[in-house]
């Protein structure tokens, strides 16, 4: 464990602009290692509560202070991420991921209705093969089961209802495989998941889980297919969600490490996408781009007190 100064000595807090509104926000703020051992990222959602975000705060410190699992492959297959926007905004959203031939719709958002998300769906599937859609655990079973039988043919829903148990239920009910998300990474025992028989495939992040290590050990442990995602992450958070990704024996899925393309400024200029893959490779923040996104000052001493307060919730 590093000292607690000596990980404030090495912080950047920034402020990353987003094209669209995602996750209900149009700014990421995240801290930033500089360590040792290479960048780490801390970006725990402002909501979470220190003992939740101390997980975020360890994969940060994974990054920055120890070396990472050997990668196990150079490239990875890569979904195009579309918002909840207007079905007409789709193609302007789908051009930012050349190549891509799997698409994850965000579909459930406040405020829209099945109909919203029908179109939208469509409109990702005139373009894009392979389509699976993520609601947030936004809605009900019987809500679910309707949606699985007018969205069209599905890779699979992810977090289609917020419990374990609900999950569990519409599994029985519908054909579509179910992926489980927040059931995973905000639970207790990650792997209760599978234990219930409530989901086909596993959605992982590096950062909710604690580090590329403990993500590879879950990976091992939970028994059904996996796709790594990305939490909103800077570069630097992208880059982890690759090694994580590399370092897996198996890979069957694309994986939601493409959501670089929703910033209109990033830290560091991110690999290009080719054929739908991204490389895997070390990334490191451009000095001038963290000066010029850097937060202001109230909001750095905000995460300062941040890290302090997840740090002690640290083993």
Same mark, same amino acid.
């Given at each position: 464990?590093?000292?607690?100064?000596?990980?404030?000595?090495?912080?950047?807090?920034?402020?990353?602009?987003?094209?669209?509104?995602?996750?209900?926000?149009?700014?990421?703020?995240?801290?930033?290692?500089?360590?040792?051992?290479?960048?780490?990222?801390?970006?725990?959602?402002?909501?979470?509560?220190?003992?939740? #975000?101390?997980?975020?705060?360890?994969?940060?410190?994974?990054?920055?202070?120890?070396?990472?699992?050997?990668?196990?492959?150079?490239?990875?297959?890569?979904?195009?991420?579309?918002?909840?926007?207007?079905?007409?905004?789709?193609?302007?959203?789908?051009?930012?991921?050349?190549?891509?031939?799997?698409?994850?719709?965000?579909?459930?958002?406040?405020?829209?209705?099945?109909?919203?998300?029908?179109?939208?769906?469509?409109?990702?599937?005139?373009?894009?093969?392979?389509?699976?859609?993520?609601?947030?655990?936004?809605?009900?079973?019987?809500?679910?089961?309707?949606?699985?039988?007018?969205?069209?043919?599905?890779?699979?829903?992810?977090?289609?209802?917020?419990?374990?148990?609900?999950?569990?239920?519409?599994?029985?009910?519908?054909?579509?495989?179910?992926?489980?998300?927040?059931?995973?990474?905000?639970?207790?025992?990650?792997?209760?998941?599978?234990?219930?028989?409530?989901?086909?495939?596993?959605?992982?992040?590096?950062?909710?889980?604690?580090?590329?290590?403990?993500?590879?050990?879950?990976?091992?442990?939970?028994?059904?297919?996996?796709?790594?995602?990305?939490?909103?992450?800077?570069?630097?958070?992208?880059?982890?969600?690759?090694?994580? #990704?590399?370092?897996?024996?198996?890979?069957?899925?694309?994986?939601?490490?493409?959501?670089?393309?929703?910033?209109?400024?990033?830290?560091?200029?991110?690999?290009?996408?080719?054929?739908?893959?991204?490389?895997?490779?070390?990334?490191?923040?451009?000095?001038?781009?963290?000066?010029?996104?850097?937060?202001?000052?109230?909001?750095?001493?905000?995460?300062?007190?941040?890290?302090?307060?997840?740090?002690?919730?640290?083993?």
């Amino acid at each position: 464990m590093p000292p607690l100064d000596d990980i404030l000595d090495r912080l950047h807090v920034v402020a990353l602009p987003m094209r669209v509104k995602f996750r209900g926000i149009t700014v990421r703020e995240l801290a930033l290692l500089d360590g040792p051992a290479g960048w780490g990222e801390f970006g725990a959602f402002p909501e979470y509560e220190p003992p939740e #975000a101390a997980h975020w705060l360890a994969s940060a410190l994974e990054c920055a202070y120890h070396q990472l699992p050997q990668p196990l492959r150079d490239r990875i297959p890569i979904n195009a991420t579309v918002p909840a926007v207007d079905a007409g905004q789709v193609p302007d959203v789908l051009a930012r991921f050349p190549g891509a031939k799997t698409a994850k719709v965000k579909v459930a958002e406040p405020g829209q209705s099945l109909a919203d998300d029908v179109a939208r769906v469509e409109a990702v599937r005139a373009l894009v093969p392979t389509v699976r859609v993520d609601a947030n655990g936004g809605w009900t079973v019987e809500q679910a089961a309707q949606a699985a039988k007018v969205l069209g043919p599905l890779e699979y829903l992810e977090q289609p209802c917020a419990t374990v148990a609900e999950l569990a239920e519409l599994r029985r009910r519908i054909d579509t495989p179910v992926a489980a998300d927040e059931s995973i990474r905000k639970a207790e025992d990650p792997l209760a998941v599978t234990k219930a028989g409530a989901a086909d495939i596993a959605v992982l992040k590096v950062a909710p889980l604690g580090g590329v290590s403990k993500l590879l050990t879950i990976a091992d442990q939970i028994g059904i297919p996996v796709v790594i995602s990305s939490a909103i992450d800077s570069a630097v958070g992208i880059g982890a969600g690759l090694h994580a #990704a590399a370092a897996l024996p198996d890979l069957r899925h694309a994986c939601g490490l493409g959501t670089g393309s929703l910033f209109i400024d990033d830290i560091a200029e991110t690999p290009p996408q080719t054929d739908g893959y991204l490389p895997v490779q070390t990334i490191t923040p451009d000095p001038a781009r963290l000066n010029a996104l850097a937060a202001l000052p109230q909001r750095r001493q905000w995460w300062i007190e941040r890290i302090k307060a997840c740090y002690r919730h640290l083993g």
